[in-house]
């Protein structure tokens, strides 16, 4: 018994579910934002300097000059954060929340299971949208600017469930990235709004998804 109510046996309980940000939970580019934040910031502050620098590696980006890795890294140690900046964050990410997927992992919390948000994207900006466990790209301490991509997020969640005894049961991702976690045994995948070629590398693999998406 507890609180005087008879205690009932979740059919998920002990189990992880682990939910991508990127694309999955949001619809579209965290770093995307991010970046357009610290743009308006750095004008506010009367950085231009910095503005240009920005507005630089935005270009090379686009041009395929250097990686999405070094823009997201030197983007990083540019921005100065401020309260502004960040509610500013904040509000444009809530609104590009993907509902289908908040409801899907509301379905596993009453189930049971304990949800861990897994993604590549900065472990400085994820604790402002996100209140439960996660793992996320250290910018800190990277002195490899390794990110939590591919076998690295699969490696990192597995250790995350051995740790705390739990069993990888749903993996919510909408990218060919995450295959290895996709490839994990028993678990339940679920694509959200995947790219053909997603699609196509999953299939391949033999690891046809239980649930798709929008």
């Known amino acids: ?10 059919p998920l309980a002990g189990t992880l579910t682990v939910v991508d ?20 910031a750095m004008i506010r502050q009367k950085r231009l300097y910095s503005a240009m620098r920005l507005c630089t590696l935005a270009v090379l980006r686009k041009m395929h000059i250097i990686s999405h890795r070094r823009m997201k890294f030197d983007l990083l140690r540019m921005a100065h954060i401020d309260d502004f900046f960040k509610d500013e964050f904040v509000r444009t990410i809530k609104l590009m929340i993907r509902h289908s997927v908040s409801d899907e992992l509301d379905r596993c919390r009453r189930d049971g299971s304990t949800i861990l948000l ?6 400085i900006y994820v604790p402002w949208i996100w209140n439960e466990d996660y793992i996320a790209t250290p910018i800190h301490d ?6 939590c991509r591919g076998t690295v997020k699969a490696s990192a969640v597995s250790e995350y469930a051995e740790k705390n005894g739990m069993k990888i049961h749903t993996v919510l991702t ?10 994990l045994p028993g678990v339940r995948r679920v694509l959200v709004a995947p790219s ?9 693999a033999g690891l046809s998804p239980h649930i798709v998406l929008d």
């Open 142 to 147: 990277n002195p490899d600017h390794i990110e």
């Open 118 to 123: 897994a993604t590549a994207a900065a472990d």
């Open 174 to 183: 909408d990218h060919i990235d995450d295959l290895p976690l996709l490839s």
């Open 21 to 40: 940000l990127d694309g999955t939970l949001v619809r579209g580019n965290t770093l995307h934002v991010f970046m357009r934040c610290a743009l308006k």
């Open 196 to 204: 053909a070629t997603t699609l196509a590398a999953v299939n391949f």
């Open 1 to 10: 018994m507890v609180e005087g109510r008879r205690e009932i046996d979740l």
